[in-house]
């Protein structure tokens, strides 16, 4: 059983940065594919950034260039650094893990355990 805990979610402004966090408990986190999604109030879930355990990552369109994943394997731990924070990123972000044989990044159904999120509000 993996358990995940999300952290450093905050209401800030428009243009600032952001770092959360998430640490992993149970299993071999240096072989999961770790992901970060998000769900803002009224629509559905969407996937934000992904990092194999090769350490390949992935992200989607509308935060290419702004946030950056990374992952840290000794402290079994995956951050999600978000700069220039928009309105429209505000969502309750999770984090998530994919335990076995990657099936894909980007798409929530292929992921196995889920934190329990962090909300982001940015004031416009």
């Known amino acids: 059983q993996v358990q995940l805990v999300e952290s450093g979610g905050d209401s800030v402004q428009a243009g600032v940065s952001l770092r959360l966090s998430c640490v992993a408990s149970?299993?071999?986190?240096?072989?999961?594919?770790m992901g970060w999604f998000r769900q803002a109030p009224g629509k559905e879930r969407e996937f934000v950034a992904g990092?194999?355990?090769?350490?390949?990552?992935n992200y989607a369109d509308s935060v290419k260039g702004r946030f950056t994943i990374s992952r840290d394997n000794a402290r079994n731990m995956v951050f999600l650094q978000m700069n220039s924070l928009k309105s429209e990123d505000t969502a309750v972000y999770y984090c998530?893990?994919?335990?076995?044989?990657?099936?894909?990044?980007?798409?929530?159904?292929?992921?196995?355990?889920w934190g329990q999120g962090t909300q982001v509000t940015v004031a416009s």
């Open positions: 998530a893990a994919q335990t076995g044989r990657v099936i894909s990044v980007r798409t929530g159904e292929s992921y196995d355990y």
């Open positions: 149970g299993g071999t986190f240096s072989r999961f594919t």
């Open positions: 990092i194999t355990w090769s350490a390949v990552v």
